[in-house]
């Protein structure tokens, strides 16, 4: 067999992180076939989940038969190189990975944690997604998301402009958006 054609390919990694929290109903979402599936049709590779203090523990493989790689690991003491090296970001809604993700300009899917009380981090991913900076799923949606998404219609995050993060925060906390 030839595998020529397959190591000039270039890795295209999905990175999923769910951060320092448990949040098994994402990592679940993303090791079902047809996500993988979806994933390796639209050129991914490789898929990397950082699965945190989840139980569930997603299915391992290599790329031998064509599909998708998949690896995980529970913690690391940086992400940092595991999001530069990204084709896709797929995130718990936490906002330190949402902005380290817009700030590296990578294309993200934010996938937010229903079981969490009080949920402000879904209001942070809801109005980034209205403005196109990415895309906002439920785990139950991962899959619809993926399959219909267009990384061209996703606008670039204006760096170092804390504006309209600000402007966020205020109408969260109920002032005028004039401050």
């Known amino acids: 067999m030839d595998n020529t054609n397959e190591s000039l390919k270039p890795k295209r990694t999905v990175f999923v992180t769910v951060g320092t ?9 993303v090791d079902t076939c047809e996500v993988k599936e ?5 050129g991914y590779s490789h898929l990397l ?12 493989s290599s790329r031998e038969d064509g599909s998708l790689s998949v690896e995980y690991f529970a913690f690391s003491s940086s992400i940092a190189d595991s999001l530069r090296s990204a ?14 993700t817009l700030r590296l300009g ?21 109005e980034l997604a209205e403005r196109k900076h ?7 949606m991962l899959y619809r ?3 219909g998404m267009d990384l061209d219609t996703l606008i670039p995050y204006p760096s170092g402009d804390a504006t309209p993060v ?11 958006d004039d401050l």
């Open 21 to 29: 929290t448990s949040f098994d109903a994402l990592v679940r979402a």
């Open 87 to 100: 084709s896709l970001v797929i995130s718990h809604a936490g906002s330190g990975s949402i902005f380290e």
């Open 145 to 147: 998301i993926i399959a």
């Open 49 to 60: 989940i950082q699965m945190g203090h989840g139980s569930y523990v997603p299915t391992k």
């Open 106 to 126: 990578k294309p993200l899917i934010v996938v937010v944690n229903e079981d969490l009380m009080d949920n402000h981090q879904s209001e942070l991913a809801e």
């Open 166 to 176: 600000s402007k966020l925060i205020n109408r969260f906390l109920g002032f005028p």
């Open 38 to 42: 979806e994933l390796s049709k639209r």
């Open 134 to 140: 990415l895309f906002c799923s439920h785990p139950q």
